[in-house]
């Protein structure tokens, strides 16, 4: 069973701010040479890339800052910097997926994403949100096998673009939500 702190602590370590620019160094660095992979510049390149962007990107978005960079390689590496624990990969519908920065060296996410089109974005969580995700996580520990090791909020939905084309689906989701608040 995974000890976890206390709610109010739970809330305040995870709305961190990001890590400092030698921190955030430091940390992928001891995670790459943690399964024995070296930092080379394309990794420092590829996570410098995501941190720039700060927010959720797909793989097409990733090349326009890392343009010379083979698709393969760009894979291969975020694969790497994932079992590192540095990177996050994000399933959102269909095909679409999102690469972020992990929680150990960025604040801890949260996400809105598009059934549609699969576009993300993060959201920030209030405080009594968190504190009652980590009564749930905490609740869920003593009660599962599972060693519980985090949680994730996505929210889905569509976005405005695909609002645009898509009025009936929004009229139902807006008749859904009044039938639910009653």
């Known amino acids: ?6 709610a109010g ?3 305040a370590r995870m709305t961190r701010s990001a890590l400092d620019d030698d921190a955030f160094e430091h940390e992928f ?3 790459l040479h943690a399964i024995n992979q070296r930092v080379t510049p394309r990794r420092r390149a ?3 890339a995501l941190r720039s962007f700060n927010k959720p990107v797909a793989i097409a978005e990733l090349r326009t800052q890392l343009p010379g960079e083979a698709l393969s390689s760009l894979y291969r590496n975020l694969e790497v910097l994932m079992r590192a624990g540095v990177v996050e990969r994000i399933v959102t519908s269909g095909d679409f997926a999102r690469f972020e920065l ?4 960025a604040e801890h996410p949260h ?6 089109c699969g576009a993300i974005e993060d959201i920030d969580a ?3 949100l968190e504190d009652v995700l980590h009564d749930t996580v905490a609740q ?3 009660t599962s096998a599972f060693t519980i090791t985090g949680h994730r909020l996505d929210l889905l939905g569509l976005c405005p673009a695909c609002q645009a084309v898509q009025p009936s689906a929004v009229a139902i989701a807006d008749t859904s939500a009044s039938i639910i608040s009653k």
């Open 102 to 105: 992990a929680e150990v060296v």
């Open 46 to 48: 590829l996570l410098g």
């Open 140 to 142: 869920v520990s003593t």
């Open 29 to 31: 660095t001891r995670r």
């Open 111 to 116: 996400h809105v994403i598009c059934e549609q």
């Open 126 to 128: 209030p405080h009594a």
């Open 9 to 11: 602590t739970y809330a």
């Open 1 to 6: 069973m995974t000890v976890l702190p206390t």
